[in-house]
């Protein structure tokens, strides 16, 4: 079983995810993210940050959500520990449902080109490329997504089995 939690990117778990999540980028990507993530954003009351962690309570992934406009989320340092199969889906999944309670109808993401690995896991999950936006304008290396958030849907608990 996955636990997603909320919680603050400068627990001790999430700095130490944060930080194998940017080591992980620069293998991948050569640049570690670190230039595009401000923790200072996260202080909105529309932004999120939620850690996943394992059955025996130890941190296995992070991921938050940051406002862009009054209806568009941003998806932002989404990482899970490779052995944590299931993860990420369970990451996502639960930030989509909280970016719909807090009142998003879409959101976006950016990621490299050449990390495959992330874009076929957002295509994978309906996740539809897009212009760049924002400060990725202009950047080759960069690919952005969007999904548009089905009011439909209910919200995923905060428990994934």
């Given at each position: ?12 778990e ?12 620069a293998?991948?990507?050569?640049d ?21 962690k394992d059955?025996?309570?130890e ?11 009054e ?5 932002k ?6 052995k944590?199969?299931?993860?990420g889906?369970?990451?996502l ?8 309670s ?29 212009a760049?936006y ?12 969007s999904?548009h ?12 089995e």
């Amino acid at each position: 079983m996955i636990l997603i939690e909320k919680s603050s990117p400068d627990t001790p778990e999430s700095l130490y995810l944060i930080e194998m999540l940017s080591a992980t980028l620069a293998e991948i990507t050569g640049d570690s993210g670190k230039n595009n993530f401000n923790v200072d954003t996260m202080k909105s009351d529309r932004a999120l940050w939620v850690v996943a962690k394992d059955e025996n309570g130890e941190a296995i992934g992070c991921g938050a959500i940051r406002p862009i406009s009054e209806d568009i989320a941003e998806l932002k340092r989404m990482f899970s520990v490779n052995k944590a199969s299931g993860t990420g889906t369970a990451l996502l999944r639960y930030l989509e449902g909280e970016a719909k309670s807090l009142g998003y109808n879409e959101i976006r993401l950016e990621t490299r080109k050449v990390n495959t690995h992330a874009v076929a896991f957002y295509v994978k999950h309906n996740y539809k490329r897009i212009a760049n936006y924002g400060t990725y304008v202009g950047k080759d290396e960069a690919v952005c997504f969007s999904k548009h958030l089905s009011l439909k849907e209910k919200s995923i608990s905060a428990a994934v089995e």
